[in-house]
């Protein structure tokens, strides 16, 4: 029996913020499946900062998300039917399967789909603290920042997915974690739940001089550690406390992500204070995803690595939930539940 579904295509790219016209909701059905492919329905749908850059026909990391198909994002779900002697119907999976309540998967390939355990963790912590946000947040600490006991590690868009993992870890690891995030909800959310030692509301501090004077008070000891994903003045005025020798892992810039300029406003700042600053892409770095998803996975197991989740329901709220998404609307991990 043929299985029709719906997805949601990349219909234009956008000039600017993104709009409800750059998507279109379409039924498809699945082809019949080949020898090695599994048919897979998907729970949830992971949106993220990053799916902004590869809507532009632009010079990136990626390839540009192509017009007309299934918008990319990462998925976790069921096998309901499968040719491939790794994966039978029931076995629960996570994989990048797009905006869409099911997808066709060649399990043949090496690393496109995986099998996880939902015994202890829950299914959709896959697509967050034990999936790409968290091993983001766990690579730029441990393989850039490198993290000494009693040092302080500051993180920008601390709520986040990525950033609220990173302040966990930081702390774990004996240093003073200070969060950047916009409101006071937010903010109170960073320190009782998640544990860090302070957050500074930038909406409240809205400019690079009260920023800086909030900094000085929250990280008295200067700053060691920068792990930045917003960019923009923020950045600028993190510059101005690092100490010598900091290091800082750029893993976003989403104030730029709508094509505004981001100049640097004392780029001398990282000769003078000798700063390592360094970009990243998790997914260029697999060989250390086992080490960071079984420290990550134990953490959230036994409850010491705390998240929350901003649920939007259906695949057709995906457009207005990742318009959100990227004004921070979001509360921790953006997802969309598709069953």
């Given at each position: 029996m043929a299985t029709t579904f719906n997805r949601i295509v990349l219909a234009s790219r956008p000039t600017g913020p993104v709009t409800p016209d750059n998507f279109r909701l379409e039924s498809v059905t699945a082809p019949d499946l080949a020898d090695g492919q599994v048919l897979v329905r998907h729970h949830y749908l992971s949106l993220?900062?990053?799916?902004?850059?590869?809507?532009?026909d632009s010079r990136s990391y990626a390839q540009p998300q192509p017009l007309d198909e299934t918008m990319i994002g990462g998925t976790v779900g069921e096998v309901v039917e499968s040719r491939n002697s790794h994966f039978k119907a029931g076995d629960k999976v996570v994989g990048m399967g797009g905006w869409a309540e099911y997808a066709v998967v060649d399990a043949s390939?090496?690393?496109?789909?995986?099998?996880v355990d939902t015994t202890h963790i829950p299914l959709s912590a896959y697509l967050g603290a034990v999936g790409m946000p968290g091993v983001t947040g766990w690579y730029g600490l441990t393989q850039i920042c490198e993290p000494k006991a009693g040092?302080?590690?500051?993180?920008?868009?601390a709520s986040g997915a990525v950033g609220g993992a990173v302040g966990q870890l930081a702390k774990a690891r004996g240093c003073r974690a200070?969060?950047?995030?916009?409101?006071?909800?937010?903010?109170?959310?960073?320190?009782?739940?998640?544990?860090?030692?302070?957050?500074?509301?930038?909406?409240?501090?809205?400019?690079g001089k009260a920023l800086n004077k909030a900094l000085k008070e929250a990280a008295p000891n200067g700053i060691d550690c920068y792990f930045e994903n917003v960019g923009g003045w923020i950045m600028d005025t993190v510059l101005l406390r690092m100490n010598a020798f900091g290091r800082i892992a750029v893993c976003g810039m989403i104030a730029g992500y709508n094509g505004e300029p981001l100049p640097m406003a004392n780029p001398a700042l990282i000769l003078v204070s000798r700063l390592k600053m360094?970009?990243?892409?998790?997914?260029?770095?697999?060989?250390?995803w086992p080490e960071a998803l079984k420290e990550l996975g134990t953490l959230v197991a036994t409850g010491k690595l705390k998240y929350r989740e901003t649920v939007s329901q259906g695949l057709a709220s995906a457009p207005e939930a990742f318009m959100g998404l990227l004004k921070g609307a979001n509360f921790g991990k953006q997802l969309v539940k598709l069953i």
């Open positions: 993220d900062p990053y799916m902004r850059g590869r809507m532009n390939q090496r690393g496109v789909l995986q099998k040092e302080t590690v500051v993180v920008s868009a200070v969060g950047i995030a916009g409101g006071p909800d937010k903010c109170r959310y960073v320190v009782e739940e998640l544990g860090f030692d302070a957050c500074i509301d930038y909406k409240t501090h809205s400019d360094q970009g990243f892409i998790v997914s260029e770095h697999m060989e250390k």
